[in-house]
């Protein structure tokens, strides 16, 4: 399957998985009638997809871009095998920190060493594909999570420990404050086995909150 018939049927199943999740919950009920039709932004996955992850984080949408385009200038090919005929100090010529750089050689080594396949990690299930990214250095759970949903395309990830979720949901739930990642998680549960549709319709009702195109009820 291309990358593009797996991404249209991916949302094709996220049209299924919003109406579940409205019968499974009332929350999230309001927030499907709220939120227009999504498509599922599905990236580019193995090694390219983690290492232009850790490049992106932290910095804004038109930064991460900018840094990402040098990174592809100045590798040429962005493998592995490039990343490490580099040293950290070549790799911050592109834009990248110090701490990137030496993720971005973390990453290629667990690569090529054999610690992490990514050609067959979609073999693993959800929780053995999140414990080999994250044996990766520089790799923390919300990027192991976020990088199984969007370059993998899993449908049952949650990664409870993004702020904005955790903000949308407080709102939701008309809450005073944030729930904890591992109360987050425990809720979560009950939206199996569909978590990570969940996730991008909070994200995207948390975006048109804050925007003003929806306004909360009192």
Do not use: N
């Amino acid at each position: 399957m291309t990358h593009t018939d797996k991404a249209k049927a991916l949302s094709e199943r996220m049209v299924e998985a919003r109406a579940a999740l409205a019968h499974l919950d009332p929350r999230l009920a309001v927030i499907h009638a709220q939120t227009p039709p999504i498509e599922w932004r599905l990236r580019t996955g193995g090694f390219e997809g983690l290492f232009r992850m850790i490049v992106e984080q932290q910095v804004s949408v038109a930064a991460a871009a900018s840094i990402w385009r040098r990174v592809g200038e100045g590798l040429g090919e962005i493998s592995p095998q490039r990343v490490l005929s580099l040293e950290i100090d070549e790799l911050r010529a592109f834009g990248l920190s110090v701490q990137k750089a030496r993720y971005a050689h973390e990453i290629a080594q667990a690569h090529t060493s054999g610690a992490i396949d990514f050609d067959h990690l979609e073999r693993l299930d959800d929780d053995a594909a999140i414990a080999a990214l994250t044996a990766i250095k520089g790799v923390g759970r919300w990027t192991a999570e976020t990088f199984l949903m969007f370059c993998e395309g899993r449908l049952d990830v949650f990664p409870a420990g993004d702020v904005a979720l955790q903000e949308a949901w407080r709102w939701a739930d008309r809450q005073e404050v944030r729930l904890k990642e591992r109360d987050f998680y425990a809720v979560a549960e009950g939206w199996k086995p569909y978590r990570s549709v969940a996730a991008q319709i909070l994200w995207h009702w948390y975006g048109a909150v804050k925007r003003g195109d929806i306004a909360l009820e009192g």
